[in-house]
């Protein structure tokens, strides 16, 4: 077998269509979706991730303002740049680009988005909105990769879906939102005994724990489903998942790349949560 890749570039491509037509529709009602990214020090991946998200919001007709201050900012001076964005009318979305410097408390930072603002998902009460089924921002990655696997046309219901990574990003809510689906989901992470016995039960099988081709044939199940979320930089420069490419491909019915895979995917919903939160919450 051979698995059939799963584009995520021409996934995000469709969808970015149909957003940039709810903007089109949005403008004609006097409401330009705007989103601030803060992006604080110099981290070479933040800085070429807020790229490729200001970019996309441009895609889409999203007006994108960047906020770049300097590793030493205080704590305090960020909060005060996020409260004064909560009380901005032009600004739908807040986006703060993690990691932080360590001086700064990532959680503090998160809980002083307005929730009704945290377009990202982060905050613990559209997490929390999310665990009891309530209306919510879902973060963007797991929100990207049930969009990809819906489209696959699969039923999700009684599959068992095996999370490797428990990240509040990633891992925890991705297995959150596969239960909501109504699927059968164990998580494992770096304490797991025996993790090929656990990742070869699984249906679908999703990798977010960062460390290059963790995931090598012996742990799939045959006709699997397997969403790799991992974006890890080689020696050589080349950019790898947490999944053996190569060798899951050979035992796998479905597989995500990397890179083309999640990555397009998530900044995609993170354009779907500014809009509705333009659409939602405009005032
Ligand atoms: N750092 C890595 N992924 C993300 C993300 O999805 N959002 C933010 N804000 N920071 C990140």
Redesign the pocket.
């Known amino acids: 077998m051979t698995a059939q890749i799963i584009s995520g570039t021409e996934l995000a491509k469709e969808k970015r269509l149909q957003l940039a037509k709810e903007v089109e529709q949005l403008k004609k009602e006097g409401i330009e979706p705007g989103l601030t990214v803060i992006l604080v020090g110099d981290n070479p991946a933040?800085h070429s991730?807020v790229k490729g998200k200001q970019k996309a919001c441009a895609e889409v007709g999203i007006r994108s303002t960047l906020l770049a201050f300097p590793e030493t900012i205080t704590e305090s001076f960020l909060l005060e740049q996020i409260k004064q964005l909560n009380e901005d009318p032009s600004v739908h979305g807040i986006?703060?680009?993690?990691?932080l410097p360590s001086h700064i408390n990532e959680l503090k930072v998160i809980e002083t988005i307005a929730p009704e603002k945290d377009v990202?998902g982060?905050h613990p009460i559209n997490i929390g909105r999310m665990m009891v089924g309530q209306k919510a921002f879902l973060?963007?990655?797991p929100y990207g990769i049930l969009w990809m696997v819906q489209s696959l046309g699969v039923e999700i219901a009684g599959k068992h879906v095996v999370v490797v990574g428990r990240s509040n990003?990633v891992g925890k809510p991705v297995g959150q939102l596969f239960l909501r689906e109504h699927a059968t989901v164990t998580y494992c992470h770096s304490k797991t005994k025996n993790l090929a016995d656990l990742t070869r039960q699984a249906d679908i099988l999703i990798v977010a724990v960062g460390k290059a081709r963790l995931i090598g044939a012996e742990h799939v199940k045959k006709g699997a489903i397997v969403i790799d979320v991992g974006v890890n930089r080689l020696e050589d420069g080349k950019l790898c998942g947490d999944v053996n490419f190569e060798e899951v491909k050979e035992v796998a019915s479905y597989l995500t790349p990397v890179p083309k895979g999640v990555g397009p995917m998530?900044i995609t919903m993170?354009l779907h949560n500014t809009i509705e939160a333009a659409r939602e919450y405009a005032h």
């Open positions: 933040s991730y986006l703060v680009q993690l990691p990202d982060f973060p963007c990655t990003i998530t993170l």
